[in-house]
């Protein structure tokens, strides 16, 4: 009895840990409240009312109040103003300044003795300026020619372009985690059930046991036998439902909502089978659509046009300015006595710098490497992404064959199982007999269950991978 327990227990913990391993190793910390993001669900009624949810919900959820979706908007919103800031450096600079001086302590001009201005012999001091000095001034610049002003503005919006996909792939790994917790959630309501069915057959045997031992037809070995089958399985059915809260906090956290918010999947695990003709002609195009190889694949564009940028210190630069100037000195504070004097002055600049102890070389240089260090790195990723398109199309296959297999041995052990509660009533069978057709049929029943999980986790994967049916 004791190694029979322990077998369910040891196969309960085992699909346990691996759910909850899968599930959250791609969980954010801690539990996030609805009011926190989105805005989808009233704060007042997370608490009352119970939410049912399809996986399609769940999905729509999480794009409306996940906060690595909420980060990613906001990057895309960033690399927006980040365009309009790259064609602000093409635009007029027009600028103000105005300024008061208070001179303490006046400057002063030394004329030699002897001459025109200063016929003594000794040198004379002359103040140059006045106790209030003010001006003003408006200035007036804009860029002629630049090698740099339309690179960055190429750059800027292929950096908007690789943000973009950026964006895409973290949505694509949220959806992939809520399918993933999802799964678990309908896998782990599985086993409760499962084991629940167990204890409930287990309790029925005990009473039936019960009443045949007060009548004599029973013995006090097989009575505490069933009796000690139920002690055994309700820990176990504890242990289900404790996991069972686990996965859907899990899901919750992905999804945004608060601990206490009631939820209750509307979805089943069936497995949804791809078409093997499907499949080999998604799987070619892996590498067009895999959101994570096209964000490299833009930013080697970023790459390519920091080269020109490096390049581009080895042309000129040519602007033309203008400026307009008032100014007026005084000792008083009589403005309507001031006299002032204004100027007006408008010109070209041309710059270039002649040697900068090739810095701008090693600049250059520098930006090639980091282009070839990307192209290496594209090269591993494509090759990655081959890799696991393959490894799950594996797993679809192994996970298939064994639902497969296993949906005729359910069959089977609910079969046997019938026989054996049939033998032990007409006295053929043994207690042992029946308990070992349980302990089948929940096997079996588990073993069919986390098959079909493993399909549908496969499939998540094969998906996100190869870029089919990509949400957007």
């Known amino acids: 009895m004791k190694k029979i327990s322990l077998i369910i227990f040891v196969l309960a913990g085992s699909i346990f840990a691996q759910v909850n391993g899968l599930v959250f190793n791609n969980m954010p910390d801690g539990l996030r409240r609805p009011e926190e993001s989105g805005k989808i669900l009233p704060a007042d009624t997370i608490s009352r009312t119970e939410m049912k949810l399809s996986l399609n919900d769940a999905i729509s959820l999480a794009m409306a109040q996940n906060k690595d979706v909420l980060i990613a908007k906001e990057e895309l919103k960033k ?209 067009k659509r895999n959101s994570a190889l096209l964000g490299l694949h833009s930013y080697d564009k970023i790459l390519d046009k920091n080269i020109t940028i490096q390049k581009s210190d080895y042309y000129p630069t040519l602007a033309a300015f203008g400026s307009y100037e008032w100014q007026t000195q005084d000792n008083g504070f009589k403005f309507n006595e001031y006299n002032t004097a204004k100027s007006l002055i408008v010109g070209v600049q041309l710059t270039y710098t002649l040697f900068d102890g090739f810095m701008r070389k090693y600049r250059t240089e520098q930006a090639i490497i980091e282009k070839d260090k990307l192209a290496l790195n594209i090269k ?22 064994r639902v497969e297999a296993q949906a005729k041995s359910v069959e089977q052990a609910q079969k046997a199982l019938s026989i054996a509660e049939v033998r032990f009533k007409n006295g053929l ?15 079996t029943q588990i073993n069919r269950a986390q098959s079909i999980y493993d399909y549908l986790i496969a499939r998540a994967d094969w998906e996100k991978t190869s870029g089919f049916n990509k949400i957007q």
């Open 79 to 287: 690399a927006d103003a980040q365009i309009s800031e790259a064609y602000g450096n093409a635009m007029p600079n027009l600028s103000f300044t105005g300024q008061y001086l208070r001179n303490i302590q006046k400057p002063v001009l030394f004329i030699p003795g002897g001459t025109k201005f200063n016929p003594n012999p000794n040198p004379e001091k002359m103040e140059l300026t006045l106790n209030n000095n003010y001006s003003a001034s408006l200035s007036l610049s804009q860029v002629l020619f630049s090698a740099k002003v339309n690179t960055a503005i190429q750059i800027a919006k292929e950096y908007n372009n690789y943000t973009e996909h950026n964006s895409q792939s973290t949505r694509e790994d949220v959806v992939l985690s809520v399918k993933k917790a999802y799964y678990a959630v309908l896998l782990t309501q599985k086993v409760v059930d499962v084991t629940k069915e167990g204890l409930a057959l287990a309790r029925a045997t005990y009473e039936n046991l019960d009443k045949l031992y007060k009548e004599g037809m029973a013995s006090e070995f097989d009575l505490l036998r069933a009796q000690v089958q139920v002690s055994n399985t309700e820990p176990m059915v504890s242990q289900a439902e404790n996991n069972l809260l686990l996965a859907k906090n899990a899901l919750r956290s992905l999804l945004a909502l608060d601990s206490s918010q009631p939820l209750t999947l509307t979805g089943d695990l069936i497995m949804d089978e791809i078409p093997v003709s499907i499949l080999d002609e998604e799987s070619l195009l892996s590498l």
């Open 429 to 443: 069978g043994t207690q042992l007999e029946l308990i070992d057709a349980r302990l089948a049929l929940t096997q």
């Open 380 to 401: 591993k990723l494509e090759d990655g992404i081959k890799i696991q398109v393959d490894e799950s199309r594996f797993r679809m296959n192994d996970a298939k064959k």
